[in-house]
């Protein structure tokens, strides 16, 4: 998320009360959680096993809970709780507002777009011409839609991330400031979600059709031309990119590239990246003809161990 204006590094640490390593005119210009960073970003690193990777990022301020040496050009904000005082920044500079009508009268929406009864459309939302928006969908607040987008009945566009910290008794929420970008001439099925970026957007690309019962997680992009299955299950910070089909329930887990071209056929689920244009199958999948030999394979079993015990399997059987 950037910043209305940028802001010293002394004054993000009066904000919350603690103190800073670096130049104190240093300027902080947005906040990311680390898969976001980019240059003149503030993020928060509160484990030893992330600290090289959060000094080694773009960011240029780390909220940390020990002093250590650090880059030159970076500063630190030490803080007994990086992911509260980060959760109160967001607080802060995005917090949440009420809206007390079905269409919020900061949103904006184009010529020709109908919106069917019983549509919500949150605060700064952003719907571009030719829309048609069924019953009950939800569009939380700062959403962008294009134009000749599609959304049918009951889905949701902009929920919160599934993204918590486990403590000691309790679970801590990542307070979200990301949104959800729609591109052009997308259509999205009935009763699905898409959830915002945790500080970055989640993105469904140009001309990509969805079937019903889908959910996209936090921060993932989907590419142009994609088509996806009903009950589709893709977890955040996911890259798919174009010419992309997965069929129905498919299973994404989050990290991974599924490169331009793939097709994943129906009930398999990803846990790795795929390479581009190839066609993958099974739990977990692998490429679609291997899996098909493996599986053809499996189905001869019983057939060889009759023959290689045959008196063994007269026994079993009296």
């Known amino acids: 998320m950037k910043l209305d204006k940028p802001y010293t590094l002394k004054d993000i640490s009066l904000l919350i009360n603690a103190d800073f390593d670096g130049d104190p005119g240093l300027l902080i210009s947005g906040l990311n959680e680390i898969h976001m960073v980019e240059s003149g970003d503030l993020t928060f690193v509160d484990h030893p096993k992330y600290y090289d990777r959060a000094l080694n990022s773009k ?4 909220i940390i809970n020990k002093k250590i040496e ?56 952003k719907i571009g011409s030719n829309c048609l928006i069924h019953s009950n969908v939800s569009i939380y607040d700062h959403c962008i839609i294009g ?44 009763l699905c979600s898409i959830d915002k970026g945790v500080s970055g957007d989640t993105i469904i690309g140009k001309e990509t059709k969805m079937d019903n019962h889908c959910q996209v997680g936090h921060d993932t992009y989907i590419g142009k031309n ?3 299955g ?19 329930r498919v299973a994404i887990n989050k990290d991974i590239v599924i490169a331009k071209g793939t097709i994943i056929l129906a009930t398999s689920a990803i846990n790795k990246s795929t390479e581009k244009g190839k066609t993958y199958f099974g739990i977990p999948a692998r490429e679609s003809r291997k899996m098909w030999k493996e599986i053809a394979a499996i189905r001869r079993l019983p057939g060889i161990i009759e023959n290689f015990y045959p008196n063994e399997n007269s026994k079993n059987n009296l």
Request: hydrophobic residues 40%; charged residues 20%; glycine residues 8%.
């Open 147 to 190: 134009d000749n987008v599609i959304i049918h009945a009951n889905t949701v566009l902009g929920a919160d991330p599934y993204y918590f910290q486990r403590r000691k008794n309790a679970f801590i929420k990542l307070e979200p400031c990301g949104r959800v970008i729609i591109e052009d001439n997308v259509e999205i099925g009935a």
């Open 70 to 125: 650090h880059p030159n050009n970076k500063a630190l904000i030490i803080s007994n709780d990086p992911l509260k005082d980060y959760n109160s920044l967001v607080k802060k500079f995005k917090p949440f507002k009420k809206c007390d009508t079905p269409v919020s009268s900061t949103a904006q929406i184009g010529e020709g777009t109908i919106l069917q009864p019983g549509v919500f459309i949150g605060n700064h939302v």
């Open 230 to 248: 009903s009950h589709a299950a893709i977890a955040g910070v996911t890259r798919i990119e174009d010419d992309v089909i997965l069929w129905g």
């Open 226 to 228: 994609c088509l996806i």
């Open 59 to 62: 960011a240029t301020t780390i």
